[in-house]
């Protein structure tokens, strides 16, 4: 039946896969982020990262979800520089790790401290947690996809001083965002729609509190499979609220896995959100939600070069950043 329902979708979008969009070229890179930028100062920088990522992946494949979504909310806000990892002092009490986006659905900080601490009793003072953020968004992808994940990451950020909890809802989209505001969300940090497209797949692993998609189980019903509906409407309460507000996985198929199900969801209908919905209601991003469907390792090589342009997102340097010793808190 899936089958069938492909070939009826490709029919209908003009048999998109027989013209692809045009492959993502990547922009020249930031000049002061090198591919092992660490070789020399901090040899075993990525391997300590990539350490502890997998001891904290094997235990909870949740914090791999955790770190993935840590650092599109990192470089979405001031940049990759690790500001949302910063924890509330007298003289900033609302950083970005208490906005709404972020508290108290983020996770994996532990993991960044971990690898942090290891790589201080290593090469004290030369990694920095924006670096550790980025690299351990990589390594956790390459976990959860079995290894098919995989990019080579420029590095040498510095962290950034500045952390604001409004900014964190002036620039991450909400999932109640539609088309429209989902592209100029992801325009305004200079990112196209098959960018936007790739990566929502992200979607494909981690877990959602029920208040973030409870208007689409609701009455009247929205376009979501009923199927589904009805099994949420049966794991969350009717009004969640902060004390009442558990938590589901995003895919009910492969939960635990990071692969294109996330697309095959959304031909079927069964996604979370009002931004998953969203991209079946263009002929333009439909066409490349079937095009992540049907075309082996399409979204993986796709995904990878999308993470490495938001890599380079609003980058400090030495004139407006630090190398932290703690990634909790300013040098």
């Known amino acids: 039946m899936m089958a069938t329902r492909l070939v009826v ?3 209908l979008l003009g048999a998109a896969t027989a013209h692809p969009a045009p492959a993502y070229e990547e922009a020249a890179p930031t000049p002061r982020l090198k591919v092992s ?3 020399r100062s ?3 920088a990525e391997h300590i990262v990539r350490h502890a990522v997998r001891s904290a992946v094997s235990a909870n494949p949740g914090l791999g979800a955790g770190l993935i979504r840590m650092a599109f909310h990192d470089c979405f806000v001031q940049g990759c520089d690790a500001s949302v990892l910063l924890d509330p002092t007298p003289a900033n009490p609302r950083p ?3 906005g709404p986006p972020n508290f108290p659905s983020l996770r994996g900080f532990d993991v960044v401290d ?3 601490a290891a790589l201080e009793k290593a090469c004290p003072g030369v990694v920095s947690c924006s670096d550790v953020v980025q690299f351990a968004a990589r390594d956790a992808a390459f976990f959860l996809s079995g290894a098919r994940i995989y990019y080579r990451l420029p590095a040498g950020r510095f962290d950034g001083r500045v952390s604001l909890e409004n900014e964190t809802l002036a620039f991450l989209p909400p999932p109640f965002f539609n088309l429209s505001q989902l592209i100029g969300s992801f325009r305004a940090k200079g990112f ?3 960018d ?4 929502s797949g992200a979607h494909t692993i981690g877990r959602s509190h029920c208040s973030s998609f409870s208007d689409r189980i609701s009455t009247p019903p929205s376009d979501m499979n009923p199927a589904l509906a009805t099994l949420l409407k049966a794991r969350c309460p009717a009004s969640p609220n902060f004390t009442n507000d558990p938590t589901v996985v995003q895919d009910i198929f492969t939960p635990d896995r990071m692969d294109n199900q996330y697309y095959k969801n959304l031909l079927s209908r069964n996604v979370l959100f009002v931004s998953d919905a969203a991209l079946m209601t263009s ?3 439909a066409r490349k939600v079937i095009e992540n469907a049907v075309v082996p390792n399409r979204w993986e090589r796709k995904y990878a070069k999308a993470m490495v342009k938001m890599s380079r997102l609003e980058i400090k340097t030495a004139a407006n950043g630090e190398i932290r010793k703690n990634c909790r808190v300013l040098n």
């Open 96 to 98: 970005e790790k208490l």
């Open 9 to 11: 979708v490709l029919v």
């Open 37 to 39: 930028y660490y070789a």
């Open 283 to 285: 002929r333009q991003t």
């Open 196 to 199: 936007l497209v790739v990566l």
């Open 114 to 116: 971990a690898a942090k």
């Open 42 to 44: 901090c040899p075993r």
């Open 192 to 194: 196209g729609v098959d």
